[in-house]
């Protein structure tokens, strides 16, 4: 069987707009939330999220493709052309028709949607919309575009699963390869969901945290007063590829993919099984597909949303799965600094799992401040700051609205 490993790391994030940036703010343990500048959110419950900053489109993509691109498009297309050129892709030798490009969002172009229905209502609903509402809207269109611009013609589709989207791609991209339909994938999500619906919406269903008085310590996975996600935005993508393909042609090896997991809670439509059933399920499909006991494990980058349900169902899931092992693994949520990506979660997370392998440091949980007592004291959270560990192999979970479960294993290259 064909091994998978990643061999390109492209990030445009709310701590770095691309991955040495990222991976620098990531350890130091920075927050990504602001104040929302891209419209006037006075008026919302909620006026922060974790937006991408000083992000120029002009400065990587042609203008006549920019107004082709909704935002996370071009996200997308940014954060590939980092990881395209970190895994030395342009080689000519390239056989491109095994290149193919798997890349999810949650929402897609929630950005166009809004502006031209505002347009359709108030000029009297006179259907005059825009000819690249559909091409901007679609969740595929950044896939597609990459292809389009780099000339792959392998597999090439998006994933939608709400926040596991991206991580869907990933294990798909990985499949891809281990069943020799493409030798590279191009891969992770994208998402800019910080419009007015966006923000509306996830207020609604009370989602979101609202402590706008002090919105850099608003993300605080496990903390008592936890009181729920902060939005975040960008894009991350990774390189997939065949063992032998990259050392044939001497690239350099971030890790080893060596198994993903995929199941269903089937128990609500926004919560999690609250004994953590399905996530707990999913590390062991995992573990089982990459070979891996549970003592092997050093670190696990948990979906740990902020949320008062979903973090205790996850620490409720580790435990079941790894039992006494528990109580030796480094643990964290990225999603302290980043806040949340929605469908690109998944991938900025495992880039954050990468670089703990690469660099035997573990990114922290930042913002803790309380002790929740529903959760064991003794297991390490990595709180506040980074910790050095020798890690070897790592899991990265994500978790998606309508029960999606996901968890990915990578391994230190042998």
Same mark, same amino acid.
Request: hydrophobic letters at 40%.
């Given at each position: ?9 492209? !990030?445009? &994030?709310?701590? @770095?707009?691309?991955?040495? +940036?990222? $991976? ?5 343990? =920075?927050? #990504? ?49 980092? !990881?395209? &050129?970190?895994? @030395?892709?342009?080689?000519? +030798?390239? $056989? ?5 490009? =798997?890349? #999810? ?59 596991? +989207? ?249």
């Amino acid at each position: 069987m064909k091994r998978v490993v990643v061999t390109g790391l492209g !990030a445009l &994030t709310p701590i @770095g707009n691309n991955v040495e +940036t990222f $991976a620098g703010n990531l350890f130091s343990g =920075v927050s #990504g939330a602001v104040p929302i500048s891209k419209f006037d959110a006075s008026k919302f419950k909620t006026q922060f999220a974790c937006e991408v900053k000083d992000f120029d489109p002009k400065r990587f993509i042609e203008r006549s493709l920019i107004r082709k691109m909704d935002d996370f498009t071009q996200y997308a297309f940014v954060a590939a052309m980092e !990881a395209i &050129t970190d895994a @030395g892709l342009s080689d000519s +030798t390239l $056989a491109k028709d095994r290149v193919g490009v =798997v890349i #999810g969002s949650g929402i897609g172009g929630m950005k166009i949607f809004q502006s031209e229905v505002e347009n359709y209502v108030e000029g009297g609903r006179t259907p005059r919309f825009n000819p690249f509402l559909i091409p901007k809207l679609i969740p595929d269109m950044a896939s597609g575009l990459i292809s389009i611009h780099y000339g792959y013609t392998g597999p090439n589709y998006a994933t939608v699963s709400a926040c596991a +989207t991206s991580s869907h791609a990933i294990i798909d991209a990985f499949h891809l390869i281990k069943l020799g339909k493409a030798d590279v994938v191009i891969t992770g999500g994208a998402e800019s969901p910080i419009t007015e619906v966006g923000l509306g919406g996830f207020n609604a269903m009370r989602a979101l945290s609202t402590r706008n008085d002090d919105y850099k310590t608003a993300s605080r996975p496990f903390d008592k007063d936890r009181d729920g996600f902060v939005m975040g935005e960008g894009a991350g993508i990774l390189i997939l590829e065949d063992y032998e393909h990259a050392k044939k042609r001497g690239a350099k090896i971030y890790a080893e993919m060596v198994g993903g997991g995929l199941n269903a809670d089937a128990y609500h439509m926004t919560a999690p099984h609250p004994e953590g059933e399905g996530a707990a399920n999913v590390m062991k499909l995992a573990l089982d597909e990459a070979g891996v006991s549970t003592s092997e494990v050093d670190y696990i980058n948990v979906h740990g949303t902020s949320t008062p349900l979903g973090d205790i169902a996850e620490i409720k899931a580790i435990l079941q799965v790894f039992g006494d092992d528990a109580y030796r693994l480094n643990i964290s949520s990225t999603k302290s600094m980043t806040g949340h990506l929605l469908g690109a979660a998944g991938a900025v997370e495992a880039i954050a799992s990468i670089l703990a392998i690469q660099k035997n440091l573990i990114p922290p949980t930042i913002n803790h401040f309380t002790d929740d007592p529903d959760i064991d004291p003794k297991l390490n959270l990595t709180f506040n700051e980074a910790q050095e560990r020798k890690v070897k192999i790592a899991v990265s979970n994500t978790f998606g609205f309508g029960g999606h479960n996901t968890s990915i294993v990578f391994k230190e290259i042998e």
